[in-house]
């Protein structure tokens, strides 16, 4: 199947549904913020994928962004994909994601030759009306987005 699909509007909704669908009680994946970026865009009653959603949105530079952990990371393993990356002190890769590396990550999945990361892509646009729309789904997009394919199951 050939399709060229064009990302063209993430809202900071669709963020969220993205990080709270990929990350609840996630095997791969958690993520977070360095603390004085994330207190600078929490907000009274934001729940912490409204503040995940603003740092992508705001970020204008690596340091800024959402740092989204490869909980599968085991000593001595190098970093996946061509995002910017650090480690822990216990040796844990962790990526720096903002909008760039999302849009390019979606378009990646809604233009792939593999039928699930299309039908995760689709999930994910047509979520509303959507049952397929799951954590499996946000999984693919999610490792997609990170590591530029998936490379987990």
């Known amino acids: 199947m050939n399709i060229h ?3 063209l509007n993430i809202t900071q909704e669709d963020l969220v549904d993205l990080f709270s669908t990929a990350f609840y009680d996630s095997l791969n994946f958690c993520a977070d913020a360095k603390a004085h970026i994330y207190d600078a865009h929490k907000e009274e009653g934001d729940c912490f994928e409204d503040v995940l959603a603003k740092v992508v949105l705001d ?3 690596a340091d800024e962004k959402m740092r989204v952990y490869d909980l599968n990371t085991e000593e001595g393993d190098e970093p996946t994909g061509n995002l910017t990356y650090d480690k822990t002190k216990q040796g844990v890769i962790y990526y ?3 909008m760039k590396e999302i849009v390019e990550g ?4 809604a233009n792939s030759e593999d039928e699930a990361e299309r039908k995760a892509f689709f999930a994910f646009l047509n979520r509303e009306e959507d049952c ?6 946000a999984d693919i997009l999610m490792q997609i987005i990170v590591f530029g394919e998936v490379i987990y199951g």
């Open 96 to 98: 720096y994601v903002g």
């Open 59 to 61: 970020a204008k530079v």
């Open 106 to 109: 979606l378009q990646r999945a």
């Open 132 to 137: 397929d729309w799951d954590a499996d789904c």
């Open 5 to 7: 699909a064009q990302v």
